[in-house]
């Protein structure tokens, strides 16, 4: 009888050491894809501040250009059409800025997105294994 618990209690601790590899396993994967997220994350949000930071330039730049332009309103008609056009392309160019920033915001990923899937992936596995 001694001789049979013998097996029986070695296949009980190789079952707990293969369950805790596996488990440990798990949450390595799950600790990788969480770092991948908050990397992403980051890139997401440095993105949005120089996006914003060059919204912000060029409207400054447009905004001066078009204060010279009413102060040069009265001199010459060359010199108008060149202060009208470039403070056009910088206002048009921080307004495209500030639309494609509004985009990126509008279509960000959900935050710990893959994460949270492959978190709902396992338990849908216990669930099934149960």
Partial sequence: MAEESHPASGGLFE????????????VHT???????????????????????????FCFGVGVVLLSILIVVAFWETHRLAALGGLAGLFLATGGGVVWFALHKIRTKPKLFQASLAELVKDRQHLNSGS
């Avoid at 050491?17 to 488990?23: A, T, Y």
């Fill in 15 to 26: 079952s707990l050491k293969n369950l805790s590899v596996s488990l440990v396993g798990v």
């Fill in 30 to 56: 799950r600790l990788e894809l969480l770092s991948v997220d908050i990397a992403e994350e980051r890139v997401h949000q440095t993105t949005l501040l120089v996006l914003a930071l060059l919204a912000l």
